[in-house]
């Protein structure tokens, strides 16, 4: 048997399934799976825009899934680039000079949409396959998940038929407006090299701000109304910045994350700014409670995050 | 013949068709070769990854041959935010200046304020901090299973001139 008809022989399945949206299961599921196994097990390097609002911002990305490492390169503004192997995350800054290592430990046993966690998704979305559509060359089959109540953001995934690799994801509020979208303008799969995923800058002499997280469990504060859907999947002591102790709650529905900070106030040196501020789809909301600041981060409605800022409170242990 | 394996390809065959043709492409001939080529196409078109060594260097061949950046304006069919955001990608420098702005005040947006039922929160310029927050943030959003690192770029750098505005 020749090589080309063995591999031939091998294909079938492979484009029975891939070659038209009519030949796949109608699972929106299976969908979300696949997107996610072809997000780990590829390895790719592709273009991408991020588009909020007015704004845009190109940003390369570069994957080797043998070595379980990723890159990714802003390419507008001010330079920046982050690296994220199997241990941890570096973000390097080259102007300032600063390296910030958030080491992965609490969050690579992670996987968001084990069967498990798609149970708490369905939970929260109406998942379905919406339309077939070419985008940027590819022929890409849309995953719809649309919120069940109004707490949060609904989603329309655009993922190659071929390989499975997400094409485009965009955010939508209850409205209907899209609220931020992320593009691939140039993805090319495979012949991936390690020297495509190193980081660009040698830091000797930068300062490096490691986060130190340790999980943990927070005497006297907590919650006293949890969003619907939201449940906490971790609680930790970490360092943000230069050296200030942060605590940090994270909350999820099973797609979008939303993390409580709480940090003692310092001897003011300017006064607090509580209020909200966001970016694309995140919502970003700080208030002060029992001499605390407590900041709200997440992707997620403003008035979701604020909920959670209010019901944060302090009861003495 | 070739419209049968070009549908057989597309999922589009089933049962005695599909065992035909199959069999059509065991006889090696010009069925193998029609099914080799529209593969070759097929994976150039879909940069998609192989399956066999010989296979594999053939189509690594013709995808050389192929221009891999998709040439913004070669897509048809685009609404205004879309060109918009493809044309951005052809020119750094038309995007060089929105980057970390969009923590500066935002400029009216029915987003988020008008999303609040309430009466809205103060609409604040973010600390100097919040991109330790969204640093910190981010590993742990389920989205990075899905999309790998791309959410990221919501944890940018602002330059400390433009964040003091």
New interface residues.
């Given amino acids: 048997m ?7 022989l ?3 399945p ?7 949206a ?2 796949q299961p109608a699972d929106a599921a299976a969908w ?1 799976r696949r ?2 196994d072809a ?2 097990n ?1 390895s790719y390097t592709g ?13 390369r ?1 570069t ?1 080797l899934a043998s070595a379980d490492t ?3 390169e ?5 330079p ?1 680039e ?1 690296v ?1 192997t199997r241990d941890t ?1 570096r ?1 390097y ?1 080259p ?2 000079r600063v390296v ?1 290592v ?1 080491r ?1 430990s ?2 690579r046993n ?4 084990l069967p498990g ?1 798609l149970a708490t998704l369905a939970r929260n979305y109406d998942i379905s396959l919406g339309e077939v559509r070419r985008i ?4 890409c089959q849309a995953v719809v998940l649309a919120p069940k109540d109004n707490l949060r953001y609904g989603y329309r ?1 655009y993922a ?4 499975g690799m ?1 094409v485009r ?1 965009v955010t939508i ?2 409205a209907g ?3 931020e ?3 691939f ?7 991936v090299t390690p020297d495509m995923v190193k980081p660009r800058h040698t830091t000797s002499g930068w300062r490096v701000e490691d ?1 130190d997280a340790a999980p943990a469990r927070l005497a006297g504060w907590s919650l006293n109304a949890e969003l619907p859907g939201f449940q906490k ?2 609680e930790l002591t ?1 360092r ?2 230069e050296s ?1 102790p ?1 605590a ?1 709650l ?1 909350y ?1 529905d ?4 939303v ?1 409580v ?1 709480i940090e003692p106030l310092a001897p003011r040196r300017e006064p607090l ?8 789809a ?5 208030r002060e409670v029992a001499n605390h600041m407590v ?1 709200v ?3 997620a ?3 979701s995050v ?1 909920r959670f800022a209010n019901a944060v409170q302090y009861r003495r242990p | 013949m070739k419209e049968r394996i070009s549908a ?5 065959l089933e049962g005695r068709a599909a065992e035909e043709t ?1 069999d059509l ?2 006889g ?1 001939g010009d069925a ?1 070769a029609t ?2 080529i529209y ?1 070759l196409v ?1 994976d150039a ?11 594999a260097e053939r189509v ?1 061949a013709e995808l050389a041959s192929e221009p ?3 040439a ?1 304006g070669a ?1 048809p069919g685009r609404t205004p ?2 060109r ?3 044309a ?2 052809a020119s ?1 420098a038309a ?9 500066a005040p ?1 400029p009216p ?5 008008a ?4 009466p ?8 100097h ?2 991109n ?6 981010q ?22 001139d433009e964040s003091d505005k």
């Fill in positions: 020749s090589a080309w008809r063995s591999a031939a091998l294909c079938v492979l484009l029975s399934v891939a070659g038209a009519q030949a979300l997107i996610q997000t780990h590829l273009t991408f825009v991020y588009q909020h609002g007015d704004r845009s911002e190109t940003s990305i994957r990723e890159r990714l802003v390419l507008d503004g001010m920046r982050l994220r995350v973000c800054l102007e300032s910030k958030e992965r609490a969050d992670f996987p968001a949409l966690e940027g060359g590819f022929e995934l190659d038929n071929a390989s997400l994801a509020d209850a407006n899209q609220i979208q992320f593009t303008t140039q993805l090319q799969i495979g012949r986060a999947v971790v970490r943000m910045g200030k942060v940090q994270v999820s099973g797609l979008a994350a993390s900070f700014r509580t209020g909200l501020a966001s970016l694309g995140i919502h970003i909301y700080t900041t981060v997440g992707e409605p403003a008035a604020q | 057989l390809m597309d999922g589009e199959f492409l065991r090696e193998a099914w080799r593969h097929s078109m879909h940069g998609q990854r192989l399956l066999s060594a010989g296979f690594v891999a950046l998709l913004p897509l935010i879309e918009f955001a493809l951005a990608a750094i995007v060089a200046l929105v980057g970390w702005l969009a923590f935002q947006s029915p987003a988020p304020v999303q609040a039922s309430a809205g929160p103060a609409v604040v310029v973010l600390p901090e919040a330790d927050y969204l640093l910190a943030h590993g742990f959003s389920p989205r990075v299973t899905l999309q790998g690192m791309a959410p990221y770029v919501r944890t940018v750098a602002e330059r400390p």
